[in-house]
Structure formats: structure tokens, C-alpha cells
């Protein structure tokens, strides 16, 4: 597509469940990166992927948060047992390679009640 | 986690007058982006910059990387009320092969 796509747009969760954010990055693209963004605060640098490489997880706040790239393309943020700490904006954003210009998805609302 | 220092954190001026917000570091990156973020969207890239002392322009805005890669400012000139919204600095590679984001500047521009 032509920018970098995010489902779900939103999304409300019950405390204790799983959930499953998807990052569809700009075709091309090899670096991947997630962020949080809390209410009202600055972007938290979760995980990022380039290319073939290992990713980079050293924002990943808990066991409980784990992403994967399959293909090279599409990423998938996994939260296990979700708490109401978890809630807040997750942004996804993509670049052509590393040390270029990254383009921003929309986010993903995640809500834990 | 790491975060640039970005300031000031809130602006709120007129319409027309001209804005200026900076972000410094303590480390070096290679390439400075700077991005406006609207409520319930996410960040928009507005200018990149790769080179040290580098000033680049985009309509009413300008942006320079520092010379001593540790820094960067954004300008906007004559602002209007659709200028309203958190600008972000971020940087680039240097020690990290992360994109750390500096702490958000709110403006507010009033018509």
C-alpha cells in the first residue's frame, strides 16, 4: 500500500487476555520499528526489525511482549495476559533501510479493562 | 527508555508569530527527523536531515542539523492555526541503530 497500515485501529481487551497487533509496513521497506505512546506522553521505542538481521528487543518492556516479521514484511506485536498498564497508542513505522526517514502507521488504541 | 531533550515542552502564541523548539543529546546520530503528530493520528515526518551544519526547508518550515551532531532546532515562521500539534525530534543512528524520540513540544497557536 502506499503508506504503512495498522490493525486494528482500536482495540478494548478484557485484564488477563492476549491480544495481537498488525503492522502492514510500506512495500520495500526492510527496517520495521514498534512504539508506545501513553496518554500525553513522548514514543516509547519498543522492538525493531531490518532485513534478515535479529531484532533489536531491548524496549520490550516484559516477557510478556514479543513481536515477529514473517517474510520481511508484515510484524505482529503479541502482549500476553494484558494489564491495564498495557494500555496506550502502539505505532508502527517502516523505512526504507536503517538510518533513513521511518513513515508512521496510524496506531493501534489498545484499552485493557 | 532513551529520550532526547526537547524543548520547550509547550508553546502558545498568536497566529503569525514565528516558532523556534530544539532538541539536544548527549550522543551523536547521523540523521535528525523531525514529525508532527495530530490527536488520534500517528506521527508525520515534516523534515529529515543528514548531514552536520545542514539546513533544509520545507514551506514555513526550517530545520538544521547541528554541527556538533548533537543537536537540532525546527523553526516555523508566520504560524497558523493549523500549525497546532506535538512536534517531535528524533534521531538516528550514530551509537543506535534505534529511532529515539526526544520528549514532544505542544504548540498551540491561537487565531
Known amino acids: 500500500g502506499a503508506g504503512v497500515s495498522q490493525s486494528p485501529s482500536n482495540k478494548v481487551t478484557e485484564k488477563g487476555k492476549d491480544v495481537e497487533l498488525r503492522c502492514d509496513p510500506i512495500s520495500g521497506h526492510t527496517a520495521l520499528y514498534w512504539y508506545r505512546q501513553s496518554l500525553g506522553q513522548g514514543l516509547e521505542f519498543l522492538i525493531y526489525f531490518q532485513g534478515n538481521s535479529a531484532p533489536d528487543k531491548s524496549g520490550l518492556p516484559s516477557d510478556r511482549f514479543s513481536a515477529e516479521r514473517t517474510g520481511g514484511s508484515v510484524s505482529t506485536l503479541t502482549i500476553q495476559r494484558t494489564q491495564q498498564e498495557d494500555s496506550a497508542v502502539y505505532l508502527c513505522?517502516?523505512?526504507?533501510?536503517?538510518?533513513?526517514?521511518?513513515?508512521f502507521g496510524q496506531g493501534t488504541r489498545l484499552t485493557v479493562v | 527508555g532513551q529520550q532526547l531533550n526537547q524543548s520547550p515542552q509547550s508553546m502558545f502564541i498568536q497566529e503569525g508569530e514565528d516558532v523556534s523548539m530544539n532538541c539536544t543529546s548527549s550522543s551523536i546520530f547521523n540523521t535528525w527527523l523531525w514529525y508532527k503528530q495530530e490527536p488520534g493520528e500517528g506521527p508525520v515526518l515534516l523534515i529529515a536531515?543528514?548531514?552536520?551544519?545542514e539546513l533544509t526547508s520545507n514551506g514555513r518550515l526550517t530545520a538544521q542539523f547541528g554541527i556538533t551532531r548533537k543537536d537540532s532546532f525546527l523553526n516555523i515562521s508566520a504560524s497558523i492555526p493549523s500549525d497546532v500539534g506535538i512536534y517531535f525530534c528524533?534521531?538516528?543512528?550514530?551509537?543506535?541503530?534505534?529511532?529515539?524520540f526526544g520528549t514532544g513540544t505542544l504548540l498551540a497557536v491561537q487565531p
Open positions: 513505522a517502516s523505512s526504507r533501510q536503517l538510518n533513513t526517514e521511518a513513515f
Open positions: 536531515l543528514y548531514k552536520a551544519g
Open positions: 528524533a534521531g538516528l543512528g550514530g551509537a543506535t541503530n534505534k529511532l529515539i
